[in-house]
Structure formats: structure tokens, C-alpha cells
């Protein structure tokens, strides 16, 4: 049962939280750690016993002074309660709660929103009726944006992150939605459960003002991992090498595929040229990350300039697919007739595109500058999805019921409503382990993916576990490439996507770096190309200082600072 235990993330941390109550919904704690700092703080302080001196004092020897103190030391802090377990039903089909909900546009050829099966379930388990206000991601903005302006509120709101244009502290002081802080350490033990089982997933659902305005979307530990790159097996097995692993085995390997195989460029890189991917190696990321706890930015180290001179010399040997540059702006992957013609050796792809090319591939570690090291920087997802949640507007005149309703999505029952959907439907239970039905893997009339997103949630806050939804429809060399692309990194200096900017800072951020940007994107790749020689990087280091980068790693630095201290 080992993928079922993964997406129930065990509840047992939990059972000595929760108090006994009637029907109940089991909550679920996804931690690497029993206890968590920020769990800890929250425990109620007790006063010490005093040492009962007076009967003694007449019977027994003063005690020593080591004695002494060993019994003045304070007992253990006991833990925190927690809320009482969810009783079901929380009502009786006499409360009605209207929610706001985007879908994909192709969503209505199908189904209507309101009779989105999950929704129904999760309307009968709960007790509580649903109105779904359903409008198309096309115009959900637009909609959203009216709906804000004219304070008509829905009583739920998913993806409200997404559409709002401030802070969810600015939506809290603004009166908009609710901070829901004392409503879910009260009334919502799933919830409570999974945000206080590990304090990275703490800091990431409290604001800088120490509200929890949302229930956000919450990955299981098995992080998902988009993409990375890919090399051609059967090249590979032609020139007789073994996997690359340093950036002077993929050099080798390279060259190897231009004179033996009359492969030239066969590195195929995307227009920016400096994905994470690569960089990581020289322990720079094209961007703002931290070390230690200390913002730095890319493109002002000197590892960027070793990079950047490593792939100019790859580029002047015609190891890099010569027109890469002039591919459409952020392409992720090569045409397929670069990779299918043998024109490209080594590529980005990610792994749900694996199929759109015919020839043998096998994912490939980010390159490391000698064997044994590990890179510090990683694409693998964040556990905590910020923007993808489900807020309780101010118009709610229910929030507790509001928010235990949606707290049965973060139980055991919920997890399996989310992930797929409802049993008997959308899957059935085979020697213990969820297995989807052909509803959703072999429908005549959509793509498992649709069919996904009509029968079980999908696209709304709760648990995930993306891998055993993408292996459903993996082949073997998908699956194997998560682990392939998580081999030699961590995700120590990321920098946290949860270290949010006041709306002042963000202002002032944008206004110096959308310069800084423009700039960048006009003299990076000519140092690759060579239209510009490296002996000109300080002078593009001292140009971005004027410019203001400074006193852009200095908000990054306060926005960190007030994460850490969360």
C-alpha cells in the first residue's frame, strides 16, 4: 500500500491530537517530523510546581545544590490539544454556501459546474449545499475583478491568490475575506494537523501579518519534478560512454556526438540559456536565491561568469545548437525534428512531453563540477501551492462551517476525493490501493486529464499527490525520470516562492527591475555567442549595481527575513 500511504500522508500524528466524537473525518499529517518548532511556541505555558520545602525541610537533609537545581528544572510543555474531530454531517442540507470556481473552458461540453460529481460528494458528506458560481479561466479575472469592485461576494472563493492583485494580508485589512486563524486552530483538525506537522509548511500558509487567510493546495512529500534534461540512448550507446555527470563528461560526450555521430549542436538549450538546469553546478541560479540565509542574485557572482565562459567556449566548438537563440522565447523543448533527426543530442523537455519524440531517451542529472557533489538548487515544486487555495469571503455568515467543509478535504476521505475522485466511479480499491477506473483511463470521449478534472477535484485546493496521477499514464522512463532529475540537488538555496513583498516594496521592486530585466535579456546570450567578450562581464556587473539591483536584494532580503522569523 505503499502509494495509498503517500496520499493519505499517515493520520496517526494526529490521533493524539483529535478528540473522540461521533462520525468523524480523519486527519492527516504529511511530516518528515513529529513536532514542529512553530507547533511548540503555540503550547500553553505552565507555571512550575513549587518544591514542597515545608513538609520536607523537618525530615530531610537540605539537599545539595546540584539537587537543588535539578529540582527546580521545568517539566516538558505539553502538547497542543488541537481542535475536536469533524462530526458528520456539520449540517443537515439546511445550510447553503455559494462558491466562486474557474474551470477550463472545454469543462461545459461536458458537465455543468454545478453537477461536478465531487462537488455533489463533498455536498453529501458534509451535510452542506453547494451553489457553484462556475466561470471560464478565460474571463475568470474579469469576473473576479467585478466582483470585488461591487463587494457581491460568493461566501467561498478558490484561487483567490491568483486573481487578486494585493496581499492576502491587504484582503484580510480590506475586509474581503476572513483571517481564519482562530476559526481553524478551533474548528478545522485536518487542516490544523497537516500546517503544524512541519514548519516550512507553517510558514508558508501564515502571512507577514501572522494571518492564515486560505486553505492552500498542499503536495505530499513526494514532490513533483516538471521536467529537465534528456539524452539520446541509442547516441550514447554508439559512442560507447557511459552516463555524463560532470560538465567534463557532458563536454565528451558532446563532442563525441559531433565527431563520430556529425552531430553539431547537439546541446540544445532554450533562449535564455541559463536554466537552473545548468547553472546550478557553479552554484548560481539566473536569479534571486538565498544562501544561509543571505539573498544573493546570479548574475553579480562569479560563478555566472564561469558559466557563461564554459558555454561560450561550447558554443565556439559547435557543441550548442547554433540558432538557439532565435527559437521562440521560453521554449522548453526542441522541435522534433532536431531530436528525432539526431540533430540533438542532449535537450529540455518536461516529462509529461516525452512522447512527442520517437527516438530512445533517458532523463539525465544536472551536471556537477566533479563527481560527488551535490547543486544546491532544484525545480522540483514547492510542497505549498500559494494562490491555489479556497478563501471564506466576509459575506460568509457561516465561516465555521464554511471552513470545517472545506477541512474534510485535508482528511482521510477528503485526500481520496481530491486525488480520485469517488469510489465505485472513478476508482475502485484493488488489494488496498486506488486504481482508476476506465471512466477515466480509457473514455472514449476525453483524455484522461478531462476526465480527471471532471471526476475527482483536480484543479482545487487540498492534498495532491501529482505522481500517482501523472503514472497513470507514464511510461517507465517518466517515472524514472523524477528521481533521475532529483539525483545530485536539494533545494537548500531556493529562494522560498512564500517570502511574499508588502505592496509598497513590490512597487518600488518592479519599478527598478523591469529595467534590470530588459537589460539582461540584451547582453546575456551576445556573451555566449561571443558578440561581446567575457572580459566585459564586470562592466555588466557594475552597470546592473547602478541600476538599482542593490536595493532590490535588500527587499528580497526583508521579504526572506520576515519568512524566517514567521
Known amino acids: 500500500m505503499k502509494k495509498t500511504l503517500a496520499v493519505l500522508l499517515a493520520v496517526s500524528m494526529l490521533l493524539t491530537l483529535a478528540a473522540c466524537g461521533g462520525q468523524a473525518a480523519s486527519a492527516p499529517a504529511a511530516a518528515s517530523e513529529p513536532e514542529t518548532a512553530s507547533a511548540q511556541e503555540e503550547a500553553p505555558q505552565e507555571e512550575l510546581a513549587a518544591p514542597q520545602e515545608a513538609e520536607t525541610s523537618a525530615e530531610l537533609p537540605a539537599p545539595e545544590p546540584a539537587e537543588e537545581a535539578s529540582a527546580a528544572e521545568p517539566e516538558p510543555e505539553p502538547e497542543p490539544e488541537g481542535p475536536p ?44 449545499d453547494l451553489e457553484i458560481v462556475g466561470v471560464s479561466l478565460f474571463n475568470a479575472s474579469e469576473q473576479f475583478a467585478l466582483m470585488v469592485a461591487s463587494s457581491d461576494y460568493t461566501d467561498i472563493v478558490a484561487d483567490f491568490g491568483m486573481q487578486y492583485t494585493g496581499t492576502y494580508d491587504q484582503a484580510v485589512e480590506d475586509e474581503i475575506i476572513f483571517d481564519l486563524k482562530d476559526i481553524i486552530d478551533g474548528h478545522c483538525p485536518n487542516y490544523y494537523g497537516i500546517i503544524h506537522s512541519d514548519d516550512s509548511i507553517y510558514k508558508a500558509v501564515v502571512t507577514n501579518n501572522g494571518n492564515i487567510p486560505a486553505f492552500l493546495t498542499i503536495n505530499d512529500e513526494n514532490v513533483y519534478i516538471r521536467g529537465g534534461y534528456w539524452i539520446n540512448t541509442d547516441m550514447l550507446a554508439q559512442i560507447g560512454a557511459d552516463m555524463p555527470e560532470t560538465y567534463d563528461q557532458w563536454h565528451d560526450v558532446l563532442v563525441s556526438f559531433r565527431d563520430q555521430l556529425g552531430a553539431d549542436g547537439a546541446l540544445w538549450i532554450d533562449s535564455y540559456a541559463t536554466s537552473a538546469d545548468l547553472t546550478s553546478g557553479y552554484g548560481v541560479k539566473a536569479d534571486f536565491y538565498q544562501e544561509d540565509g543571505q539573498v544573493k542574485f546570479g548574475f553579480l557572482e562569479d560563478g555566472m561568469k564561469e558559466y557563461l565562459t564554459m558555454m561560450n567556449e561550447w558554443y565556439a566548438d559547435g557543441l550548442i545548437y547554433h540558432d538557439f537563440y532565435s527559437q521562440m522565447a521560453g521554449a522548453d523543448k526542441p522541435d522534433p525534428s532536431l531530436v528525432d533527426g539526431g540533430t540533438s543530442g542532449i535537450w529540455h523537455n518536461a516529462a509529461n512531453s516525452f512522447g512527442e519524440y520517437s527516438v530512445a531517451s533517458s532523463a539525465i542529472s544536472q551536471p556537477v563540477l566533479k563527481a560527488g557533489d551535490v547543486n544546491h538548487f532544484s525545480e522540483r515544486s514547492d510542497r505549498v501551492q500559494a494562490g491555489s487555495d479556497w478563501t471564506i469571503t466576509t459575506a460568509c455568515e457561516n465561516p465555521e462551517i464554511a471552513a470545517m467543509m472545506l477541512d474534510y478535504l485535508y482528511s482521510e476521505e477528503g485526500i481520496m476525493l481530491t486525488n480520485y475522485g469517488i469510489e465505485g466511479v472513478s476508482y475502485e480499491l484493488v488489494n488496498g490501493e486506488p486504481v482508476y477506473t476506465e471512466l477515466l483511463t480509457n473514455n472514449p470521449d476525453m483524455s484522461f486529464n478531462q476526465a ?32 533521475i532529475w532529483a ?80
Not at 439546511?94 to 473552458?105: H, M
Request: net charge negative; hydrophobic share 40%; aromatic share 12%.
Open 487 to 566: 539525483a545530485h540537488n536539494d533545494t537548500a538555496n531556493n529562494y522560498p516562492n512564500a517570502a511574499s513583498m508588502t505592496i509598497e516594496e513590490s512597487e518600488k521592486f518592479y519599478g527598478i527591475y523591469n529595467d534590470i530585466d530588459t537589460y539582461i535579456d540584451e547582453n546575456l546570450l551576445s556573451f555566449i555567442i561571443g558578440t561581446t567578450p567575457l572580459s566585459e562581464f564586470d562592466s555588466f556587473k557594475e552597470t546592473l549595481i547602478s541600476m538599482g539591483i542593490e536595493d532590490c536584494i535588500a527587499i528580497k532580503q526583508d521579504a526572506l527575513d520576515r519568512y524566517n522569523a514567521r
Open 452 to 483: 480527471l478534472a471532471i471526476y475527482a477535484l483536480f484543479n482545487t485546493a487540498g492534498i495532491y499527490n501529482v505522481n500517482t496521477r501523472m503514472d497513470v499514464t507514464y511510461s517507465e522512463e517518466q517515472i524514472a525520470s523524477r528521481e
Open 85 to 128: 474531530a469533524l462530526e458528520l454531517p456539520l449540517a443537515d442540507h439546511d445550510v447553503t454556501l455559494s462558491a466562486f470556481w474557474s474551470y477550463p473552458p472545454w469543462l461545459t461540453n461536458f458537465i455543468e459546474a454545478q453537477d461536478k460529481p465531487t462537488f455533489v460528494a463533498l455536498s453529501e458528506a458534509t451535510g452542506v
